[in-house]
């Protein structure tokens, strides 16, 4: 069983930043990692994916102000949010899989998400 467990999200004025945490039992640097968030009455939308020997992938919207990293030594994997904007108010979930996809089903693990609220 591979557990996700995201936090770091909250309410945070536009302009600010958070950064997002994500741990993962088992074997975490065999794993793909993504970020994915939803907003309400939206698509689950991919933000961002880094391979275990730390290829990333952002998508060009949020390129330069979100950053994906990992931590292979604490099974953990980051998202950085700079300057963030009240369209970035979503749902944040991490996924795990075998490779970068930027699609929700390319991922076969899952966390419960976290809330991100920007307020103006």
């Known amino acids: 069983q591979v557990l996700l467990v995201e936090s770091g999200g909250g309410l945070v004025q536009a302009g600010g930043s958070l950064r997002l945490s994500c741990v993962v039992s088992g074997i975490f640097s065999r794993y793909t990692m993504g970020w994915f968030r939803q907003a309400p009455g939206k698509e689950r939308e991919f933000v961002a994916a880094i391979t275990g020997n730390m290829n990333t992938y952002h998508v060009d919207s949020m390129k330069g102000r979100f950053t994906i990293s990992r931590d292979n030594a604490k099974n953990t994997v980051y998202l950085q949010m700079n300057d963030l904007k009240l369209e970035d108010t979503a749902v944040y979930y991490c996924?795990?899989?075998?490779?970068?996809?930027?699609?929700?089903?390319?991922?076969?693990?899952w966390g419960q998400g976290t809330q991100v609220t920007v307020s103006s």
């Open positions: 996924a795990a899989g075998s490779r970068i996809r930027n699609y929700a089903l390319g991922y076969d693990y």
